[in-house]
């Protein structure tokens, strides 16, 4: 009984370590959302960029491609590139995007602005303090290990890659680099298209009132990686834990 007691003892001390670790990493519920959404994007405009940048299949499908990731960290120790793929909207001219804070959505980072074009790039430097740099220049500080990407436009309404800041809406498809296509951004050299690299794809109007076709704004960025779901870190850390357990107990009974 004491071992099974054991078992139980450890088991409430994990799923409580898992929590904390959940909610310290910024990997809220809020990191996932309900991905793909079958009925958008509307049109063929977003399908056709993909289309005229891949150089290689697979390729990538604008609706089975969906990625159900919202919040990212850095992962180059040199930091992430943005470029900016196509920007097909009446709002261009005053459209920004950038990056926001996981702990404070208000903390953002500006990469493009609506003097920005196509294929232009940016490079995103994160520092240990908070800071994030933007081609050299500080743009953010205090922002913490994890992020999320945001489009604010001329009617003033700011668009997160976390649905639920969004008062549930998709706002932006994200979609994932899958370690096999390859892409040619105009005259960038091709590469292949590798799971620490992302597209984003925003609506510039209020999900309800727009045309849903998700090419108002379309950004790569390279270097960054999603934040593992909640549930993903609880089971991580039950995993560890009990298998700790059952080494010492198993040690136990064979001394004895």
Partial sequence: MKYFSSIAT?????????????????????????????????????????????????????????????LFDNTSASGAIGTLVAEIA????????????????NN??????GASSPFEQAFISFFDNGDVKVNNTLVATGFGNSFGFYLHTPENNTFYTEDSLNNGNP??????????????INGLDSGTFVDTEFIFA?????????????NDMVVHISGIEPVPEPMT??????????GGLFK????KRQKN
């Fill in 248 to 251: 010492r107990e198993r040690s």
């Fill in 233 to 242: 870190i609880l089971g991580s850390a039950l995993a560890l834990g009990f």
């Fill in 171 to 184: 706002q932006v498809l994200a979609y994932q680099g899958d370690n096999q296509t390859k892409l040619k």
């Fill in 90 to 105: 009446g709002f261009a001219p005053g459209n920004q995007f950038g990056l926001y804070s996981a702990k404070n959505p």
């Fill in 10 to 70: 450890v088991g409430t001390n994990l799923v409580a370590l898992g929590t904390v670790m959940a909610y310290s990493n910024g990997a809220l519920a809020a990191s996932i959302n309900n991905r793909p959404i079958e009925k958008i994007p509307t049109g063929t405009s977003l399908q056709t960029i993909f289309d005229d940048i891949k150089v290689s299949d697979p390729g990538i499908n604008v609706v089975n491609d969906q990625s159900k990731f919202a």
């Fill in 202 to 214: 925003f609506e510039d109007k209020p999900f309800s009132g727009s045309d849903k076709d998700f």
């Fill in 108 to 113: 953002q980072a500006l990469i493009f602005d």
